[in-house]
């Protein structure tokens, strides 16, 4: 495997994640998940911008 698809691996995974955390809030624990959720979405930001920064070289290349 690539490190472009190791990193889609963990997109995916980091989004089936925030899915799950935004599927079982309730109002007991919604401010630990739902800063759970931020952290999660900036961690999925991150890798989706390292993944187009490696396509983008690639496809330079």
Known sequence: MTEVDLLKEEIKEQEQEIFRLRNSM???DNGVKRKRI???SRTLG????EVAALENRRASA
């Open 46 to 49: 991150r890798l989706k911008a």
């Open 26 to 28: 309730n109002r007991a």
């Open 38 to 40: 931020e952290t999660l």
